[in-house]
């Protein structure tokens, strides 16, 4: 059972500081998506893969976040510096053609 | 643009019941998709249902239906015979098919589904 798993599941750090957060996607999967979920905001895009190539950052605040795709089997969203109005689920999701995306689990992030 | 609109921030059933839920879009491209997704307490988002905006045939999946509407942009998700396990959030999301290949999603929908 192929699942998009993410890593941390929970992160609680104090602003300021660094936090990175990594995906695997679903094997043979060659399009990669970062969202991030908030009660004000909702579910919206951060960043988007497509073989490992960014194809659209615009949702992401640049000055802080970056995202990357180092090989097929990872793809990590960083923020640094973290302030507290990052605190969000973070999902990441993968897929393959225009008819599917699979969520991983989440990573839950608290910055204090 | 695209957009999607939830117009119902809750509902209320009873089990065993049929539920719809409601969902419009708005696009001016002419090939695109529709997904749902279930957002149960524990913060997943699962994969339910996709239509086409090509596919002649309404979606099905086991007790999961999409009943859509190209004319009136709507793309409606019915659940038959509910059961306690659908109490969730449901999302409502459109992608393009060609090009940027991103999901939109709506504000969703809080099902509760009463004994």
């Known amino acids: 059972d192929a699942r998009v798993t993410q890593t941390p599941r929970h992160k609680v750090t104090e602003m300021g500081q660094e936090v990175t957060m990594r995906c695997q996607p679903i094997?043979?999967?060659?399009?990669v998506f970062w969202y991030r979920q908030t009660m004000m905001q909702g579910l919206e895009l951060l960043a988007y893969?497509?073989?490992?190539?960014?194809?659209?950052d615009s949702g992401m605040p640049k000055d802080r976040f970056s995202a990357e795709m180092p090989d097929a089997t990872l793809a990590t969203l960083k923020i640094q510096p973290s302030e507290p109005r990052d605190s969000a689920v973070y999902f990441c999701?993968?897929?393959?053609?225009?008819?599917?995306?699979?969520f991983g689990p989440g990573t839950r992030l608290t910055v204090t | 643009a695209q957009k999607i609109t939830q117009t119902q921030p809750g509902m209320f059933v009873q089990e065993k019941e049929a539920v719809t839920l409601d969902c419009t879009y708005d696009?001016?491209?002419?090939?695109?998709?529709l997904f749902w997704y279930k957002q149960p307490s524990s913060g997943e988002m699962i994969f339910l249902i996709y239509?086409?905006?090509?596919?002649?045939q309404n979606a099905t999946e086991g007790r999961y239906s999409l009943n859509f509407q190209k004319a009136r942009k709507s793309a409606n998700l019915v659940i038959s015979a509910s059961q306690l396990g659908d109490s969730a959030m449901y999302f409502c999301?459109?992608?393009?098919?060609?090009?940027?290949?991103?999901?939109?999603f709506g504000q969703g929908t809080r099902l509760t589904i009463n004994p």
């Open positions: 999701a993968s897929g393959l053609g225009a008819s599917e995306q699979y």
């Open positions: 893969f497509r073989n490992r190539a960014p194809l659209d």
């Open positions: 239509q086409g905006s090509y596919d002649e």
């Open positions: 999301a459109m992608i393009k098919r060609e090009g940027a290949q991103k999901l939109v």
């Open positions: 696009t001016s491209d002419q090939s695109y998709g």
């Open positions: 094997l043979g999967h060659n399009t």
